[in-house]
């Protein structure tokens, strides 16, 4: 079964498990499968972004110490993801226009969303994110694909592999459902 989703975060691409097959030994769809889209459904609060080197070490300094963030999957086959880092860019006037060039590129390090559509693969195990825009352009039309894995109020979603530095690292995000 998939379920529509897009998804942002550059390098990082969701790819998680949900136990087991959307189908049944008949063919039917489970009612565990549904359960277990349904699940993602609604509002996702950032915990934690770490990046794992091939050592095992984690890496959680890209976003800042305790970065902030926002998921959502929405039942119509819409996502969008937000995450801002620790300490967040502040401005030194409090227009926009005011801001210098270096506080404006600050702040846009510091920063990151997209929005599109997702799908849920359960035969794969990995939600999907097609990006219809970004704050970063070049990532528009980009599909990302992320392992889950679901535990109670918690999602993991772990991206691919990516090089950075010459090194094979991959991003592992833990988000916790905003009750």
């Known amino acids: 079964m998939r379920v529509k989703v897009r998804d942002r975060l550059g390098a990082v691409v969701l790819v998680g498990v949900i136990g087991g097959s959307a189908l049944g030994q008949s063919g ?16 996702w609060r950032l915990v934690s972004i770490a990046t794992i080197r091939p050592n095992g070490e ?5 976003m ?14 819409y996502m969008s993801v937000q995450i801002r880092h620790d300490p967040p860019a502040r401005w030194s006037h409090p227009l926009e226009d005011d801001a210098s060039v270096e506080e404006r590129a600050t702040a846009y390090r510091r920063y990151y969303a997209y929005f599109g559509r997702y799908e849920v693969d359960l035969e794969q ?16 039309g980009v599909v990302y694909e992320r392992r889950f894995k679901l535990t109670g109020d918690q999602l993991l979603l772990t991206a691919t592999p990516f090089t950075f530095k010459g090194e094979q690292r991959f991003n592992k995000l833990v988000w916790e459902r905003v009750q």
Request: charged share 25%.
């Open 64 to 77: 800042g110490r305790k970065p902030s963030g926002l998921l959502m999957y929405q039942s119509n086959g």
């Open 125 to 140: 195990g990995v939600v999907r994110h097609r990006v219809e825009s970004s704050l970063q352009p070049q990532e528009a």
């Open 58 to 62: 984690e890496v959680t300094d890209w």
């Open 28 to 43: 039917v769809r489970s009612d565990q499968a549904g359960r277990d889209e349904a699940a993602l459904l609604g509002a």
